[in-house]
């Protein structure tokens, strides 16, 4: 299995909803990444997990809440999102040490 | 303020000729650059990488250059096949905590290689 699988595909939610986006991989990678891309930009970094513990926070705001509940799954907890955080948010994975990283499909999530 | 740039948002070239795709970075701190590769509803997928400390890096049909005093890669793919039209990315790494790690993208370049 040489994949980041990623459910589910599309999420519309109201900004008064809970839901939360995951992440899975069967590849032995022990970090891995949240990043969320606006249309037309690049990939930006939001959460680094390593060895299933939060190393790297972005500054992102309280109402996206990251969970790495064992080595091979990754939560995206969300709340009382915004209409501006409507984008595709992508899920990656890699060795630790290693910089090429194997993203999922993403989910492309509309607030409304 | 971004600190990678590809200022091409497209490109185009004949099948069987060379792509040069060119990124260019502004933080000298930078350890890996990279090349993703995405396709439209898919995720980016890795291609290549370059350590801060080499100047060439070659895998089948990609090569990716640097050239650290001008602080500008490049990426060439001979000879292009219509399968590679895509989006590309080039991403900079540089390890550390937060506020000083960073795994930064590129704006991307849409090549599109003609049968």
């Known amino acids: 299995d040489t994949e980041v699988t990623q459910t589910p595909k599309h999420l519309v939610m109201g900004m008064t909803n809970k839901k939360s986006l995951k992440c899975e991989q069967h590849?032995?990678?022990?970090?891995m990444y949240w990043y969320k891309q606006k249309a037309k930009k690049p990939p930006e970094l939001m959460f680094v997990?390593?060895?299933?513990?939060?190393?790297i926070n972005e500054s992102v705001p309280s109402r996206f809440s990251p969970e790495c509940p064992n080595s091979s799954l990754l939560n995206l907890h969300l709340h009382a999102l915004q209409p501006e955080d409507s984008a595709l948010y992508l899920c990656?994975?890699?060795?630790?040490?290693?910089?090429?990283?194997?993203f999922g499909s993403g989910t492309r999530l509309t607030v409304v | 303020d971004q600190q990678v740039k590809q200022n091409s948002p497209s490109l185009s070239v004949q099948e069987g000729r060379i792509s040069i795709l060119n990124c260019d970075y502004t933080?000298?701190?930078?350890?890996?650059f990279l090349w993703y590769k995405k396709y439209p509803a898919e995720g980016p997928t890795f291609l290549i990488s370059?350590?801060?400390?080499?100047d060439k890096n070659e895998d089948g049909r990609f090569t990716v250059f640097l050239n650290k005093s001008a602080k500008h890669l490049s990426l060439h793919i001979v000879p292009s096949q219509p399968g590679d039209s895509a989006v590309y990315f080039c991403a900079a790494y540089r390890g550390g905590t937060s506020g000083t790690y960073k795994y930064i993208f590129g704006t991307g370049t849409r090549l599109k290689v003609l049968a």
């Open positions: 590849m032995g990678h022990r970090a």
């Open positions: 990656a994975s890699s060795q630790t040490g290693n910089y090429g990283y194997t």
């Open positions: 370059i350590s801060s400390i080499k």
């Open positions: 997990y390593s060895y299933e513990k939060l190393s």
């Open positions: 933080n000298s701190m930078f350890d890996y």
